[in-house]
């Protein structure tokens, strides 16, 4: 409300977000964080063992590295930047204001690790002998360096779900240093190295000729992977323990299974992975590529389905406690509902609702209140009005859109008065007929159960 709006159509606006953030989590982790380990890991055992083939394996990861992160990886971090901040400025605003001075230290540890990076790929021909250690020390505080960015971030992120007693102290310290912040931190460490690991072991059977090189590479993949596996375990236990009590509850939902295939997929799927961490232990040049496939495969979806769930449980708040995924503030409501909406939208010149400009006046509140998560029409079927009304009357959205929190306890509460009600729901009516092809009917609405939260 406090900024212009704007509708990426049939796409859907939340859905570009999350698509966006998946990407950079997916390259981030795997390439910056795990892949660096990696790196400087072989590179450490290269010089210890003065293997010049090694060393030379390590050179190359560090080339990929350096291209990747310079280019995807920075891309898609500008991505959500652009992102976020034209579909949800009122939350991004926010949190640059909570976290200024953590935002600004991100960018001198995240310039720094870029200028790690160039130097350490720049500087394999520099030092000879025993000068090497000098490029191995590059190496560590690159690692250093990538595994603080994500220690801030973490920090910035994990505050959106629980910000502690951040709502009441307005401390900087209270939202960085929340309940969730360090089992988030561990789990995503950790997360990054497994999906490394998998990124970069299928490659050891094209790159690294030499069987027992081979093996040296594996044996160092498997003791990352062994204990990252229990860590992991361990770690995101302690997470889901750390969350607010309804984002347990809401868990479930997000994750789009029932709370027992939740944990046995995902903890058997853990269990696999270390099933490779023992197998590249045991030294054995050759293994199931089925395995490896999975490893890589579950790994992505792992990671991917913690971005998801992490996102869909905050809800119905963007920050918890303080602001509702649209943007609106929680202790704006009531202000809201006596005075009206529109007449606080600074975006809008239309400040009244009249019988002339109903349907226009429905259509600028639901770009400010839904439109942050909601589609007229679009791909993502569960939250595409069409698909979701279709068949409802305008009645029946009158009804409706008052108690939706209530009855769908995923949805934040409507900001406005009953003459706003009235109008969106006629735009919603009026839109949905017409793109359905119908026209509305009298039919009642049959929203869910708030025990039964839909993806809305």
Known sequence: MNFPTIDFGWLGNGNLIGMMAVLHVMINHAVAIGG????????????????????????????????????????????????TTVILPDAIGSLLRIFHWAWFTEWLVFVSEVVL????????????????????????????????????????????????????????????FNPTWIPSMIFRTFAAIALGVAV???????????????????????????????????????????????????????????????????????????????????????????????????????????EIVRENIRKPYVIYNYMYANGVLKEDMEKYAQDGFLKHAKFTKIKEVT?????????????MQCMACHSIDGPRRSRAMTERIDGWSEDALVSFIPSMHLIRDVMPPFAGTQEEVEAVAAYLANVVAQINGDSPTDSEAKPQSAETPQKD
């Open 355 to 367: 019988e002339a400009n109903k349907l226009e006046v429905g259509e600028e509140i639901f770009a």
């Open 36 to 83: 660096c380990v990696l790196m400087v890991s072989i590179e450490y055992r290269a010089h210890k063992d003065n293997n010049p083939v090694l060393e030379g394996y390590a050179r190359t990861l560090s080339k990929w590295i350096m291209i990747i992160t310079t280019t995807a990886g920075a891309m898609t971090g500008v991505g959500i930047w652009f992102t």
């Open 200 to 306: 970069l072991h299928v490659l050891n059977r094209w790159m690294v000729k030499s069987v027992r090189d081979r093996v040296t590479v594996q044996r160092i993949f498997g003791r990352w992977l062994a204990i990252s596996v229990p860590v992991m375990l361990l770690s995101g236990f302690w997470y889901l323990r750390s969350l607010p009590d309804k984002a347990q509850t809401l868990v479930k939902w997000a994750s789009g299974m029932s709370e027992s295939a939740f944990i046995w997929l995902n903890i058997g799927g853990l269990l696999l992975i270390f099933i490779l961490a023992v197998t590249l232990l045991d030294g054995k040049p050759k293994f199931p590529i089925a395995l490896t496939v999975f490893t890589g495969v579950f790994s992505l979806l792992l990671i991917t389905e913690f």
């Open 117 to 176: 990076l160039l130097t350490y790929f720049y500087t394999w021909d520099r030092w000879k002998g025993a000068d090497k250690r000098k490029h191995l020390r590059i190496g560590i505080a690159l690692c250093v360096m990538s595994w603080l960015t994500l220690v801030l971030i973490t920090g910035i992120l994990a505050a959106q779900i629980n910000p502690g007693n951040w709502v009441e102290t307005l401390s900087f310290w209270d939202a960085f």
